[in-house]
């Protein structure tokens, strides 16, 4: 078992509830990652709507993050509102308790199916950006020791940045609004469909190659899995082309070892822009 694998670990349902616990080591700040917290809501919908004897993988959700998730215990409440011969509809709320009351953390609504029978044949797809492999792109284990250290979910991730969309690391973002890179566990996790949903907000935000360094609040999230990725490292290309006020829209692709796109998402995020554009 994988450290990812121990906190996407869910009990059986009882009384229409499952539930699981989140660790430390998923922490961005003092904040857990909410990509974690949407392969949790994922893989409960899926369970779900399984019982029931159909499908099985959540290919499409969206999310609304309500408050930040801590460390500890976690409950997740399903609803399957349709149940369908190819697809199904299902909803779950993300809750956490505090000081004795349950508060939501993240609603989501998600469609369930079979992911083998969804993915195959390839019609037509986009295709991986070019970069340099792994080897040859920079670690996030470079960044300054008090970022690596506040950021407990870096040492869980190894992130490779192409050096082409890394000068946010020097000061010098580009400005085009594009970051590109590649991601594995450090415990080597073999890629599976369950961790998408969270490899999709597993990245720096795209806001960064802006200028914009600060927090990136998500409010709203909608993902797409697409195939069951190879083993090896997977490949990340994010996107930004609307920056108005306070929102900016951020595109995620993820394509696996053999170049085939495993999933996509569009966020809607808030970012504070700094007051000059890049130089």
């Not at 349709?82 to 609603?107: C, H, K, M």
Request: hydrophobic share 45%; with cysteine.
């Amino acid at each position: 078992m994988s450290e990812l694998s121990d906190v996407l670990a869910l009990s059986d349902p009882a009384d229409g509830v499952t539930r699981g616990h989140l660790t430390p080591g998923w922490l961005i700040g003092g904040a857990i990652n909410g990509g974690i917290l949407m392969a949790l809501g994922a893989k409960a919908m899926a369970q779900a709507v399984s019982a029931g004897g159909g499908q099985r993988d959540v290919v499409a959700f969206s999310a609304y993050f309500l408050s930040a998730g801590e460390p500890g215990p976690v409950e997740l409440r399903p609803d399957v509102l349709r149940v369908g011969r190819n697809f199904s509809t299902a909803q779950v709320s993300v809750l956490q308790d505090v000081a004795g009351s349950p508060v939501e953390r993240v609603r989501m609504l998600g469609t369930v199916a079979d992911l083998a029978a969804t993915s195959e044949p390839v019609h037509r797809q986009q295709p991986p950006p070019s970069m340099p492999p792994p080897d040859e792109c920079i670690p996030t284990s470079m960044a300054p020791e008090e970022l690596v250290g506040s950021i407990a979910i870096l040492q869980r991730l190894d992130i490779r940045i192409d050096p082409a969309t890394a000068g946010f690391g020097m000061g010098a973002p580009s400005g085009e609004g594009e970051l590109r890179g590649w991601l594995r566990t450090v415990d080597d996790h073999v890629p599976d469909a369950a961790m998408l949903p969270f490899v999709l907000d597993a990245f720096p935000p795209v806001s960064f190659d802006l200028g914009a360094m600060g927090w990136a609040p998500t409010i709203e999230f909608s993902g797409h899995v697409r195939a069951v990725p190879a083993p090896g490292w997977l490949q990340i290309r994010l996107t930004t082309t609307n920056v108005s006020g306070g929102l900016l829209e951020e595109d995620c692709v993820v394509w696996d070892s053999t170049g085939r796109v495993v999933a996509q998402s569009r966020q809607l995020a808030g970012v504070r822009m700094p007051s000059a554009p890049p130089a």
